[in-house]
């Protein structure tokens, strides 16, 4: 089955740092265009980061120079390593792919069920 | 950057009616334009791809269309499991690759 799971969601202090994790099966997160996405309560859905194939990769404004995407290959695992977290960061993150690339005109074709990330003191 | 401009916020329509949902985007990005679902407690879902792009496991009921700058979603004949929050994103050249604001749709 292709599917991806996330997990390392939890509570965390105002500038306090969290590591998301993203185990993929049936996929391989160098063979696709990966990404991070979030939801904020009572909010709509937010890019945040891309991973490419050759591996590069993009942030949005709201988390460069904080959040990092990457991957282990050899482990088939995607990472959002997040610092310097902020109340506003409270979140359900979702791990994606686009598993169809240009197929799909690169649409998000695969999500996770996502983890919740809650700042707060 | 491009900027997506989602409208309405929210609608409320009667089961079998057809709405309409619109994204409008800052410049063109071919057929660079998708549509999720989302309901409360799940995984966003794909809808359309490509701007009209159909998928098997998507009731046929949706369909999206547009060129250039503006694009729709239509559902025709509103179920109940149609309620949720409707969202368009393009992925035109490189990230970022933006949401629009979301449509809120209610079964009256």
């Known amino acids: 089955e292709v599917q991806l799971v996330e997990s390392g969601g939890g509570l965390v202090q105002p500038g306090g740092s969290l590591t998301l994790s993203c185990a993929a099966s049936g996929l391989s997160v160098s063979g696709s265009f990966m990404n991070w996405v979030r939801q904020a309560p009572g909010k709509g859905l937010e890019w945040l980061s891309t991973i490419y194939g050759n591996g590069d990769t993009f942030h949005a404004d709201s988390v460069r120079g904080r959040f990092t995407i990457s991957r282990l290959s050899s482990k088939n695992v995607l990472f959002f390593q997040m610092n310097s977290l902020r109340i506003e960061d409270t979140a359900v993150y979702f791990c994606?792919?686009?598993?169809?690339?240009?197929?799909?005109?690169?649409?998000?074709?695969?999500w996770g069920q996502g983890t919740t990330v809650t700042v707060s003191s | 950057d491009i900027q997506m401009t989602q409208s309405p916020s929210s609608l409320s329509a009667f089961l079998g009616d057809t709405v309409t949902i619109t994204c409008r985007t800052s410049q063109s990005i071919g057929t660079y334009l998708h549509w999720y679902q989302l309901k409360p407690g799940e995984a966003p879902k794909l809808l359309i791809y490509g701007v009209s792009g159909f998928l098997r496991e998507v009731p046929s009921r949706f369909t999206g269309s547009g060129s250039g700058t503006e694009f729709t979603l239509t559902i025709s004949g509103l179920q109940p499991e149609d309620s949720g929050i409707y969202f368009c994103q393009h992925t035109y050249l490189k990230p970022p690759w933006t949401f629009g604001q979301g449509t809120k749709v209610e079964i009256k």
């Open positions: 994606t792919a686009m598993l169809s690339g240009a197929g799909h005109s690169y649409a998000i074709d695969l």
